[in-house]
């Protein structure tokens, strides 16, 4: 599956879209800067509230003429299908997360389904993932979906509970974009704060490739992990609130 990253090393090899995961990598220590920039993080802090803490640090990567093709979701694949409810993207669960596109060409490969973010799926959509809980059939035509064309430079906020794809018949331009994502210190994570890998970040050598700001917030991540060690918790009902 996409979200479990590809290893850097095999960049190039086959005509795909890459997710290579940029933190725990010690190759990618000398651009992690790049996802501390305070201006982010300020905006991060207005949307989920104080004390912003990194975890993803990711970077979409292809190359032209490639056509890549992945279907409508939300990213809820960590919950089980039978576990999904509607309250689960309602205003009445609030929602611990931002992430962040930021290409460094110009974004050409993202579709959205603007708002979906705030509201369970309306009847059409339900219709559109034919039955499925986490992946709609790649050719699935979605209400409401439209493509997002991000200068290169500029970013996009969103957050996992949002309906969208990436898609493109054939890349004009390489796909370098920087995937970021955070959570609020202030409350308790949700679901897709667990993405990153914990073993490589945790590795005291590793630790000490990384810029000061870097590391403090590898290891503040690391101790809220410690903290809510449980990922199947934070679905749970009446999971959402102040961290304690």
Do not use: C
């Not at 050409?108 to 979906?116: D, I, K, N, Y």
């Not at 309306?122 to 034919?130: G, I, L």
């Amino acid at each position: 599956m996409q979200h479990l990253g590809d290893p850097l090393d095999s960049f190039g090899t086959r005509a795909k879209q890459y997710y290579i995961h940029m933190l725990g990598t010690p190759r990618a220590t000398s651009i992690l800067h790049a996802y501390h920039i305070p201006a982010v993080l300020e905006i991060v802090e207005e949307l989920l509230g104080p004390h912003p803490i990194i975890n993803n640090a990711s970077i979409f990567a292809t190359n032209p003429g490639v056509t890549y093709n992945l279907g409508w979701h939300r990213d809820v694949i960590q919950i089980p299908p039978d576990e999904i409810r509607d309250e689960l993207f309602s205003p009445a669960w609030p929602h611990n997360s931002v992430q962040i596109n930021l290409p460094l060409y110009e974004e050409q490969s993202l579709w959205v389904v603007p708002g979906s973010h705030r509201r369970p799926n309306t009847p059409a959509e339900d219709a559109a993932f034919a039955g499925s809980k986490h992946y709609a059939p790649v050719d699935a035509a979605m209400p409401g979906g439209i493509p997002v064309k991000i200068p290169a430079g500029h970013a996009l906020l969103y957050n996992n509970n949002l309906i969208h794809r990436g898609y493109n018949a054939g890349m004009e331009t390489p796909r370098r974009t920087l995937h970021m994502g955070y959570h609020s210190a202030a409350r308790k994570p949700t679901w897709h704060f667990y993405l990153l890998p914990l073993a490589p970040i945790s590795d005291p050598a590793y630790q000490a490739r990384l810029q000061p700001r870097i590391r403090g917030m590898v290891e503040e991540y690391i101790a809220l992990r410690q903290r809510y060690p449980r990922m199947e918790d934070t679905w749970q009902p009446g999971w959402p609130g102040p961290a304690a």
